[in-house]
C-alpha cells in the first residue's frame, strides 16, 4: 500500500509561483512512476505530468509544457510540481498519483494510488 499525501498549494496571483510537494509513505516512492492530475469545478480530471521512476524521463501536457517543471527525490520519498507562470486557468484541485511502468500515462486509470489533493487558486 501506497499513501500520497500534497501540500503547498493556496492563493497566488497571476504570473507568480508555486512548489507542491507529494509525500509518499507505505512504500518507497522509487517503486513507481508518478505523475500530477489537475480537476477545476465542473470539468474532468486532467492530465498534467509524469515522472519515471529514477526521474530521468519527462511528459508534459501542452497547456503547461515550458511553465510546469516535475521532479523526484527519491531519497525523501517526495516528488514535486514546481508551477511558474501561473494563469488564472490554472486554477485546480492538484492530485499526485503512482503508476507502474508502461501504461498510458495521461489515462487516471494507470495509476494505482491517488493523493487526497491540494487546492491552487490563481487570481488576477
Known amino acids: 500500500q501506497v499513501q500520497l499525501v500534497e501540500s503547498g498549494g493556496g492563493l497566488v496571483q497571476a504570473g507568480g509561483s508555486l512548489r507542491l510537494s507529494c509525500a509518499a509513505s507505505g512504500r518507497t516512492v522509487s517503486s513507481y512512476a508518478m505523475g500530477w492530475f489537475r480537476q477545476a469545478p465542473g470539468k474532468e480530471r486532467e492530465f498534467v505530468t509524469t515522472?519515471?521512476?529514477?526521474?530521468?524521463?519527462?511528459y508534459y501536457a501542452d497547456s503547461v509544457k515550458g511553465r510546469f517543471t516535475i521532479s523526484r527525490d527519491n531519497a525523501k520519498n517526495t516528488v514535486y510540481l514546481q508551477m511558474n507562470s501561473l494563469k488564472p486557468e490554472d486554477t485546480a484541485v492538484y492530485y499526485c498519483?503512482?503508476?507502474?511502468?508502461?501504461?498510458?500515462?495521461?489515462?487516471?486509470?494507470?495509476?494505482?494510488?491517488w493523493g487526497q489533493g491540494t487546492q491552487v487558486t490563481v487570481s488576477s
Open positions: 515522472i519515471s521512476l529514477s526521474g530521468g524521463t519527462t
Open positions: 498519483a503512482a503508476r507502474k511502468q508502461y501504461l498510458v500515462v495521461t489515462k487516471r486509470s494507470s495509476y494505482e494510488y
